[in-house]
């Protein structure tokens, strides 16, 4: 069973930047791919990135490319996601996946594909 805890959500104005990070415990980590997520007001929870087991692989949703990056520490089991060039439209609460099956950029952009989730963290990106 793996934990997964995120933080270092917050307020930030447009244009500004944050960087979440995802702590794992209670399995390996390097044994999973990992995802984020994220759920605005209202609407369904949608793909942001992912990240292959050693870190060598990525993929991004269209809203985020080139503005958000995803990494791995698997020394310190730990998941980030570094934010960008922040707007208003990216305010919503950040959840980190955990899934131990196969890595494609079509499986992976789904909530299916991740076994394990944490509670998440609150961005808000003020105008």
């Known amino acids: 069973q793996v934990q997964l805890v995120e933080s270092g959500g917050g307020l930030v104005q447009a244009g500004g930047s944050l960087r979440l990070s995802c702590a794992a415990s209670?399995?390996?980590?390097?044994?999973?791919?990992m995802g984020w997520f994220r759920r605005a007001p209202g609407k369904e929870r949608e793909f942001v990135a992912t990240i292959t087991w050693v870190g060598d692989r990525t993929y991004y949703s269209d809203s985020v490319r080139g503005r958000f990056t995803i990494s791995r520490d698997n020394a310190k089991n730990t998941l980030y996601l570094q934010m960008n060039s922040l707007k208003p439209e990216d305010t919503a609460v950040y959840y980190c996946a955990a899934g131990s099956t196969g890595w494609s950029t079509g499986y992976n952009t789904k909530t299916a594909a991740y076994e394990y989730w944490g509670q998440g963290t609150q961005v808000t990106v003020s105008s």
């Open positions: 209670g399995g390996t980590f390097n044994n999973y791919c």
